[in-house]
């Protein structure tokens, strides 16, 4: 196992579609990446990206970037991009707590976490991805009203999300408990990744948040 990562990973330094460490990039992903003015669209700690992956082969208007800080995560991803010939979705591999070393004011348009680590012990809150910390972070990235959607199967995140959200004064506009309980959902929250069919498997709700930080 560990002599396949290190391939991977030796494999993923030479993918044209992964980004490590540019900070020469900072406000300049639509020229000069993606050589366009489309929307910027990132997927927070994506792992294989098969989130961002179903989003940019949906949603082939907007760019996509997929940020991770393990390599042999962000592999699975960035290799199934370049065998579909994915062309409007890059990968970032840097650490989280830095993205605003990466993304200049009000350079992106929506962000997704999709079932991150829930730290669960107390201790650990400050590492959480809607801890006040990272929403400070993401509020500098973001244009002025742009949506951060978070889901997870994790009941201690989703209710600590809901309370860093409004003690830092955003605004939530949808609180979803259990998103397959409803009779209509919303496209962009469906497509389903590895970690989401083995929550469903095990009878787990997926909960949804969407806010705002402006």
């Known amino acids: 196992m560990a002599k396949r990562k290190r391939e991977h990973y030796a494999e993923l330094m030479s ?3 992964v980004l490590k460490n540019p900070p020469e990039m900072r ?3 639509r020229e000069s990446v993606f050589k366009n003015m489309r929307p910027v669209v990132a997927e927070l700690a994506c792992g ?9 082969r949906r949603f082939p208007e907007n760019n996509y970037i997929g940020v991770d800080k393990k390599g042999a995560r962000l592999w699975s991803g960035a290799k199934t991009a370049i ?3 994915i062309t409007n979705l890059f ?3 840097i650490l989280i707590q830095e993205i605003t070393d990466y993304f200049a004011e009000k350079e992106v348009d929506e962000l997704f976490i999709t079932f991150p ?5 107390s201790r650990h809150a400050k590492h959480r991805l ?9 509020r500098k990235i973001l244009k002025r009203g742009a949506s951060i959607h978070l889901k997870t199967d994790d ?4 209710e600590y999300s809901i309370n860093q959200i409004m003690e830092f004064g955003g605004n939530i506009h949808e609180s979803i408990d259990d998103i397959y309980s409803l009779q209509q959902i919303d496209e962009i929250i469906t497509f389903k990744t590895t970690y989401e069919k083995r929550h469903l498997a095990l009878g787990r709700r997926i909960r949804y948040l969407r806010f705002t930080l402006s």
Do not use: C, H, R
């Not at 294989?48 to 992956?53: D, G, H, Q, S, T």
């Not at 809607?130 to 993401?138: A, G, P, Q, R, W």
């Open 91 to 93: 990968f970032l591999m």
């Open 155 to 158: 009941a201690v995140l989703y």
């Open 27 to 29: 406000g300049k992903w």
């Open 117 to 121: 680590d829930p730290y669960p012990k």
């Open 48 to 56: 294989k990206a098969e989130y961002a992956l179903a989003l940019a």
């Open 130 to 138: 809607t801890s006040i910390n990272f929403l400070e972070k993401y």
């Open 83 to 85: 065998e579909e010939n």
């Open 15 to 17: 993918f044209d579609n």
